[in-house]
């Protein structure tokens, strides 16, 4: 509100607006419906990570993304990768490696800031909202200075969707050799959105191209430059995309390894 001292002479004062906001849409059900989206994968993902079971399937190789790397001493045989150095208590996840740059890589995201931000702290909910808190420090403090770290998160989930990478291309397999089955399909797609997440980046979009003064003298970065914006302006889409792919693939080498039902086989 302009005070006395800077309204301009002549000017009239703002009239005095009891209601918190004039909006008469629902600007309240994008912040509702995002809580009960990330809740429900947040709720869903925490039971999965600590079920410590129904996450490998040793026929067909398929390896859920909860569990890559299995890094603990309670992976079942042939499901870890890269060795078992890390105890098998309950409480360590078995992908204890990786989770936490991830879950961090994903805090810190741009989009996902804007969502938590405006769902669950009402900070605010909407365009022409209130706040709804008394007063706003940004990211200037403890925890949130934290944010400023997500272009280092963005190279260990650079190198972790290089793990899934490999865990997609190793479940090309059968008792007979080489297989192909629906579950591969699966794990490709993930493999594929989960690229697309992340290179879409804003950090990953700067690292490539945002230092550069004269694109004409960097004709590939510049290439590749357009190729990340066009991605980058559907990180939202991704980011929830994402979640949707990562639950599915989850729940469908879970559904297969506890045998509720066969995979389908294209060959052997």
Known sequence: MTSTATRPRGARARAAIAAKTLRTDRWWFAPLITVVGLSAWVIYATVRVFMHRWYWVPDYHYLTPFYSPCVTERCVEGSSHFGSFLPGWWIIPDAALTLPFLLLFRLTCYYYRKAYYRSFWLSPPACAVPDGHKSYSGE????????????????????????NTWDAIYAFHSPKGFGFGLGNVVLLVNVVMLWAYTISCHSCRHIIGGRLKHFSKHPVRYKAWTGVSWLNTRHMQLAWITLGTLALTDFYVMAIAAGWFPDLRFIN
């Open 140 to 163: 200037t403090r403890f925890p949130l200075l934290g944010q400023n770290l997500h272009r280092y998160f963005f190279y260990a989930a650079a190198i972790i969707s290089l793990i």
